[in-house]
């Protein structure tokens, strides 16, 4: 299911389009989602962030896909 909670196939096609409006200093992401097993025509919407004043801080987090991800055997 689509985070937004549209039902969808593997069929699903999304475009999306990312831009700053340099009015409101907003970052805007404009999406439009295709599904001919679940819906007709093009399923539309846009989401609005603020922008945010901190500097980009890498996070030293630790990678859990692979052989990181694999729990002891109890």
Same mark, same amino acid.
């Given at each position: =299911?689509?985070?937004?909670?549209? @039902?969808?196939?593997?069929?699903?096609?999304?475009? $999306?389009?990312? #831009?700053?409006? =340099? %009015? *409101?200093?907003?970052?805007? !992401? %404009?999406?439009?989602?295709?599904?001919?097993? #679940?819906?007709?025509? *093009?399923? *539309?919407?846009?989401?609005? =962030? %603020? =922008?945010?004043?901190?500097?980009?801080?890498?996070?030293?987090?630790? $990678?859990?896909?692979? %052989?990181?991800?694999? !729990?002891? @055997?109890?």
């Amino acid at each position: =299911m689509h985070q937004g909670g549209v @039902q969808h196939s593997a069929n699903l096609h999304v475009v $999306e389009r990312f #831009y700053r409006d =340099m %009015e *409101t200093n907003e970052l805007v !992401r %404009e999406y439009a989602l295709t599904d001919p097993d #679940y819906f007709v025509g *093009t399923h *539309t919407g846009v989401d609005y =962030m %603020e =922008m945010s004043a901190a500097p980009y801080e890498p996070f030293d987090c630790v $990678e859990l896909s692979g %052989e990181n991800n694999i !729990r002891p @055997q109890e």
